[in-house]
């Protein structure tokens, strides 16, 4: 089997020209079109949290991507400030809205954690916003026989059930959200 990766990252203009991604978005919808016209497995990174992200800008992405029916699969990250990289650096200084949170590297790469907050998105809502991501984009009907193909069936039926979970877990969190601010 073939498989191909797109950085997709974002849709949003100024954050796209400040991590100089130079990719018109039209190619990857077309991009999509070709890979699924012959059979080969794509997949769109979007990464979160990068300098000027808010959350309209992730918005948009998500949008972007739920409507984008040639897109059947995509995976979201929260973008890591690595030592020694711009990005690192961008956080360091407190550019583009960006915070680094903690050095410990024990924290880095972890799926489900964030190391800086950029703008009013702390950590914790990246990681909300991660999971709002895979919600989002895998619940859409059209993307259950792509997802089925690609993890088999037991792993469709996996993921459906953390499609699940998420909705649930978002539902609480607006429930909870409204019960704090007194309107129930």
Same mark, same amino acid.
Request: hydrophobic share 40%.
């Given at each position: ?66 409507? =984008? ?21 961008? =956080? ?21 954690? =964030?190391?800086? =907050? ?67």
């Amino acid at each position: 089997m073939i498989r191909l990766s797109f950085g997709l990252e974002t849709v949003d203009a100024e954050i796209r020209r400040l991590i100089k991604k130079e990719v018109p978005l039209e190619c990857y919808a077309t991009a999509n079109r070709i890979t699924n016209k012959y059979k080969i497995e794509t997949l769109n990174s979007v990464m979160l949290g990068l300098p000027g992200e808010t959350r309209e800008t992730v918005g948009k992405t998500l949008a972007f991507l739920k409507n =984008a029916r040639e897109i059947h699969q995509a995976n979201f990250s929260i973008a890591t400030p690595y030592p020694g990289t711009e990005l690192y650096s961008m =956080a360091k200084n407190g550019e583009h809205g960006l915070r680094l949170i903690t050095e410990d590297f024990s924290k880095y790469r972890r799926y489900g954690s =964030a190391v800086m =907050a950029v703008h009013d998105l702390t950590p914790e809502d990246l990681i909300e916003l991660q999971n709002d991501g895979f919600v989002s984009i895998y619940s859409a009907p059209w993307r259950i026989m792509p997802m089925i193909r690609k993890s088999g069936f037991l792993g469709g039926m996996l993921t459906m059930s953390r499609i699940f979970k998420g909705i649930w877990k978002k539902s609480f969190r607006k429930k909870h959200k409204a019960a704090l601010s007194g309107k129930d």
